[in-house]
Protein backbone atom coordinates (compact mmCIF):
# COMPACT_ATOMS: atom_id res chain seq x y z
CA UNK A 1 0.00 0.00 0.00
CA UNK A 2 1.34 3.47 -0.77
CA UNK A 3 2.20 5.79 2.06
CA UNK A 4 0.59 8.58 0.18
CA UNK A 5 -1.82 8.92 -2.96
CA UNK A 6 -3.43 11.39 -4.66
CA UNK A 7 -6.49 10.84 -6.76
CA UNK A 8 -7.99 13.71 -9.18
CA UNK A 9 -6.63 16.09 -7.17
CA UNK A 10 -7.19 19.62 -7.90
CA UNK A 11 -7.75 23.07 -6.93
CA UNK A 12 -9.39 26.23 -8.27
CA UNK A 13 -9.38 29.92 -7.83
CA UNK A 14 -11.95 31.46 -9.63
CA UNK A 15 -11.24 30.78 -13.35
CA UNK A 16 -8.14 29.10 -12.54
CA UNK A 17 -7.25 25.85 -12.43
CA UNK A 18 -4.10 25.57 -10.43
CA UNK A 19 -4.00 21.75 -9.98
CA UNK A 20 -5.90 19.63 -12.25
CA UNK A 21 -6.61 16.04 -12.28
CA UNK A 22 -3.12 14.94 -10.17
CA UNK A 23 -2.36 11.49 -9.56
CA UNK A 24 0.52 9.53 -7.69
CA UNK A 25 1.86 7.82 -5.61
CA UNK A 26 4.73 7.68 -3.11
CA UNK A 27 5.64 4.59 -1.12
CA UNK A 28 7.41 4.14 2.37
CA UNK A 29 11.12 5.13 2.43
CA UNK A 30 10.78 6.33 -1.10
CA UNK A 31 12.80 9.11 -2.39
CA UNK A 32 10.12 11.55 -4.79
CA UNK A 33 11.16 14.54 -6.89
CA UNK A 34 8.41 16.78 -8.39
CA UNK A 35 9.67 19.42 -10.78
CA UNK A 36 8.58 21.73 -13.49
CA UNK A 37 8.57 25.00 -14.73
CA UNK A 38 7.82 27.92 -13.00
CA UNK A 39 3.50 28.82 -12.14
CA UNK A 40 3.44 24.58 -12.72
CA UNK A 41 1.75 24.06 -9.48
CA UNK A 42 4.25 22.40 -7.70
CA UNK A 43 3.93 24.73 -3.79
CA UNK A 44 0.23 23.96 -5.02
CA UNK A 45 0.26 20.62 -4.46
CA UNK A 46 2.40 21.10 -1.45
CA UNK A 47 -0.46 23.22 0.60
CA UNK A 48 -2.71 20.77 -0.69
CA UNK A 49 -1.05 17.90 1.09
CA UNK A 50 -0.82 19.64 4.00
CA UNK A 51 -3.64 21.03 4.41
CA UNK A 52 -3.03 24.87 3.59
CA UNK A 53 -5.39 24.66 1.08
CA UNK A 54 -8.53 22.86 0.43
CA UNK A 55 -9.04 20.83 -3.03
CA UNK A 56 -11.75 21.84 -4.86
CA UNK A 57 -11.83 18.29 -6.18
CA UNK A 58 -10.26 14.70 -5.45
CA UNK A 59 -8.67 12.09 -2.34
CA UNK A 60 -5.64 12.38 -0.71
CA UNK A 61 -4.69 9.65 1.18
CA UNK A 62 -2.49 9.22 3.26
CA UNK A 63 -0.98 5.74 5.76
CA UNK A 64 -4.43 4.67 4.54
CA UNK A 65 -6.11 7.28 5.56
CA UNK A 66 -8.18 10.75 4.12
CA UNK A 67 -6.59 13.42 5.51
CA UNK A 68 -9.04 16.44 3.17
CA UNK A 69 -10.68 17.29 6.48
CA UNK A 70 -7.51 17.28 8.42
CA UNK A 71 -6.09 20.95 9.81
CA UNK A 72 -2.44 21.85 9.22
CA UNK A 73 -1.97 20.83 12.78
CA UNK A 74 -3.64 17.50 12.19
CA UNK A 75 -1.74 16.32 9.28
CA UNK A 76 1.45 17.38 10.99
CA UNK A 77 0.54 15.33 14.08
CA UNK A 78 -0.54 12.24 11.56
CA UNK A 79 3.09 12.19 10.05
CA UNK A 80 3.47 14.71 7.46
CA UNK A 81 6.17 17.61 7.37
CA UNK A 82 7.76 20.41 5.05
CA UNK A 83 9.79 23.31 5.01
CA UNK A 84 9.03 26.23 2.64
CA UNK A 85 10.73 27.82 -0.61
CA UNK A 86 11.50 31.10 1.96
CA UNK A 87 13.27 29.73 5.35
CA UNK A 88 10.56 29.90 8.00
CA UNK A 89 12.60 29.59 10.93
CA UNK A 90 12.24 31.49 14.83
CA UNK A 91 14.92 33.96 13.64
CA UNK A 92 16.11 35.22 16.90
CA UNK A 93 15.76 32.18 18.57
CA UNK A 94 18.51 29.79 19.56
CA UNK A 95 19.04 26.65 17.23
CA UNK A 96 18.36 24.69 19.72
CA UNK A 97 14.94 26.30 20.92
CA UNK A 98 13.84 26.18 17.14
CA UNK A 99 14.38 22.23 16.87
CA UNK A 100 12.53 21.80 20.57
CA UNK A 101 9.79 23.96 19.05
CA UNK A 102 8.79 20.80 17.13
CA UNK A 103 9.53 18.06 19.64
CA UNK A 104 6.81 19.76 21.53
CA UNK A 105 4.51 16.40 20.86
CA UNK A 106 7.57 14.75 23.26
CA UNK A 107 6.21 16.73 26.24
CA UNK A 108 5.62 14.52 28.75
CA UNK A 109 4.80 16.52 31.77
CA UNK A 110 1.74 18.45 32.45
CA UNK A 111 1.10 22.09 32.50
CA UNK A 112 0.54 22.17 36.01
CA UNK A 113 4.79 20.79 36.23
CA UNK A 114 5.70 23.34 33.77
CA UNK A 115 4.04 26.16 36.10
CA UNK A 116 5.55 24.70 39.04
CA UNK A 117 8.55 23.66 37.53
CA UNK A 118 8.68 19.90 39.10
CA UNK A 119 11.35 17.12 39.22
CA UNK A 120 8.90 15.82 36.30
CA UNK A 121 9.44 18.87 34.33
CA UNK A 122 13.04 19.35 34.77
CA UNK A 123 13.56 15.41 33.73
CA UNK A 124 11.08 15.88 30.98
CA UNK A 125 13.03 19.13 29.58
CA UNK A 126 16.39 17.34 30.18
CA UNK A 127 14.72 14.58 27.20
CA UNK A 128 13.83 17.09 24.99
CA UNK A 129 16.89 19.05 24.64
CA UNK A 130 19.03 15.67 24.54
CA UNK A 131 16.88 14.45 21.85
CA UNK A 132 16.89 18.37 20.00
CA UNK A 133 20.61 17.71 20.35
CA UNK A 134 20.67 14.41 18.40
CA UNK A 135 18.99 16.00 15.77
CA UNK A 136 21.74 18.96 15.50
CA UNK A 137 24.55 16.35 15.07
CA UNK A 138 23.23 14.34 11.98
CA UNK A 139 23.44 17.91 10.42
CA UNK A 140 26.57 18.57 12.27
CA UNK A 141 24.77 21.67 13.67
CA UNK A 142 25.44 20.82 17.70
CA UNK A 143 28.37 23.49 17.58
CA UNK A 144 25.43 26.22 16.85
CA UNK A 145 23.24 24.91 19.34
CA UNK A 146 23.14 28.42 21.57
CA UNK A 147 23.61 30.74 18.39
CA UNK A 148 20.53 32.46 17.07
CA UNK A 149 19.46 31.19 14.11
CA UNK A 150 19.30 34.61 12.31
CA UNK A 151 23.04 34.09 13.08
CA UNK A 152 23.51 31.31 10.73
CA UNK A 153 25.04 31.37 7.42
CA UNK A 154 22.42 30.49 4.76
CA UNK A 155 22.85 26.87 4.03
CA UNK A 156 23.06 25.99 7.83
CA UNK A 157 19.79 27.87 8.04
CA UNK A 158 18.27 25.64 5.44
CA UNK A 159 19.79 22.27 7.42
CA UNK A 160 17.99 23.68 11.05
CA UNK A 161 14.54 23.97 9.04
CA UNK A 162 15.29 20.39 7.81
CA UNK A 163 16.12 19.62 10.96
CA UNK A 164 12.94 20.95 13.11
CA UNK A 165 10.60 19.47 10.46
CA UNK A 166 12.26 15.94 11.12
CA UNK A 167 11.72 16.95 15.31
CA UNK A 168 7.70 16.19 14.82
CA UNK A 169 8.66 12.40 14.03
CA UNK A 170 7.25 12.45 10.32
CA UNK A 171 6.83 9.03 8.17
CA UNK A 172 7.07 11.77 5.02
CA UNK A 173 8.97 15.10 4.85
CA UNK A 174 8.11 17.49 2.12
CA UNK A 175 11.15 19.73 1.12
CA UNK A 176 9.91 22.39 -1.08
CA UNK A 177 13.21 23.68 -3.24
CA UNK A 178 15.91 23.15 -0.38
CA UNK A 179 18.86 24.18 -2.81
CA UNK A 180 17.70 27.73 -3.58
CA UNK A 181 19.81 30.19 -3.06
CA UNK A 182 22.76 27.41 -2.84
CA UNK A 183 26.20 27.70 -3.96
CA UNK A 184 27.14 24.54 -5.76
CA UNK A 185 29.38 23.42 -2.58
CA UNK A 186 26.40 23.37 -0.36
CA UNK A 187 24.02 21.78 -2.91
CA UNK A 188 26.58 19.16 -2.96
CA UNK A 189 26.47 18.91 0.88
CA UNK A 190 22.66 19.22 0.82
CA UNK A 191 22.21 16.10 -1.57
CA UNK A 192 24.60 14.01 1.15
CA UNK A 193 22.55 15.10 3.73
CA UNK A 194 19.17 14.21 1.70
CA UNK A 195 20.40 10.85 1.76
CA UNK A 196 21.74 10.52 4.97
CA UNK A 197 17.95 11.68 6.61
CA UNK A 198 16.11 9.27 4.52
CA UNK A 199 18.24 5.85 5.81
CA UNK A 200 18.73 7.27 9.31
CA UNK A 201 15.16 7.93 9.33
CA UNK A 202 13.13 5.57 6.91
CA UNK A 203 11.06 8.10 5.51
CA UNK A 204 9.79 9.23 2.58
CA UNK A 205 11.12 12.24 0.65
CA UNK A 206 8.75 14.38 -1.46
CA UNK A 207 11.55 16.89 -2.75
CA UNK A 208 10.34 20.32 -5.27
CA UNK A 209 13.27 21.45 -6.78
CA UNK A 210 14.90 23.33 -9.55
CA UNK A 211 18.35 21.97 -9.47
CA UNK A 212 18.39 19.00 -12.54
CA UNK A 213 21.50 17.88 -11.16
CA UNK A 214 20.45 17.20 -7.16
CA UNK A 215 16.89 15.86 -8.60
CA UNK A 216 18.62 13.30 -10.90
CA UNK A 217 20.95 12.62 -8.37
CA UNK A 218 18.92 11.57 -5.64
CA UNK A 219 15.18 11.14 -6.78
CA UNK A 220 14.11 7.30 -7.72
CA UNK A 221 11.24 8.34 -9.21
CA UNK A 222 9.98 12.05 -10.41
CA UNK A 223 7.06 13.57 -11.92
CA UNK A 224 6.99 16.49 -14.08
CA UNK A 225 3.86 19.03 -13.81
CA UNK A 226 3.28 21.49 -15.71
CA UNK A 227 0.33 24.19 -15.90
CA UNK A 228 -1.41 22.24 -12.90
CA UNK A 229 -1.04 18.71 -14.81
CA UNK A 230 1.39 15.99 -15.02
CA UNK A 231 3.20 15.74 -17.82
CA UNK A 232 5.19 12.85 -17.00
CA UNK A 233 6.40 10.23 -14.50
CA UNK A 234 9.17 7.92 -14.29
CA UNK A 235 13.30 7.28 -13.51
CA UNK A 236 15.24 10.19 -13.25
CA UNK A 237 16.66 8.72 -17.25
CA UNK A 238 12.84 8.71 -18.32
CA UNK A 239 12.42 11.81 -17.25
CA UNK A 240 15.43 13.29 -18.68
CA UNK A 241 15.25 11.99 -22.02
CA UNK A 242 11.23 12.42 -22.33
CA UNK A 243 10.48 14.72 -25.67
CA UNK A 244 7.07 16.28 -23.66
CA UNK A 245 9.78 17.59 -20.98
CA UNK A 246 12.73 19.11 -23.16
CA UNK A 247 9.92 20.63 -24.56
CA UNK A 248 8.01 22.27 -21.59
CA UNK A 249 11.51 23.20 -19.93
CA UNK A 250 13.37 24.64 -23.09
CA UNK A 251 10.00 25.49 -25.51
CA UNK A 252 9.20 23.86 -28.85
CA UNK A 253 10.88 24.14 -31.48
CA UNK A 254 9.38 25.94 -34.83
Known amino acids: MALLKTEGLGIQFGGLKAVDEFNFEIDKNQLFGLIGPNGAGKTTVFNLLTGVYKPTSGQITFDGKSILKMSPTQITQFGIART????R??????VIDNVKVGLHHSQNYSLI?????TPNYYKGE???EEMALSLLRVFDLDQYAQVKANNLPYGKQRKLEI???LATSPKLLLLDEPAAGMNPTETAELMETIKIVREKFSI????IEHDMKLV????EKIAVLNFGTVLAFGTPDEIKNNPDVIAAYLGDEE
Do not use: D, Y
Request: hydrophobic letters at 60%; aromatic letters at 6%.
Open 89 to 94: LFKNMS
Open 216 to 219: MGIC
Open 163 to 165: ARA
Open 113 to 117: ASVLH
Open 126 to 128: EAI
Open 204 to 207: AILL
Open 84 to 87: FQNI
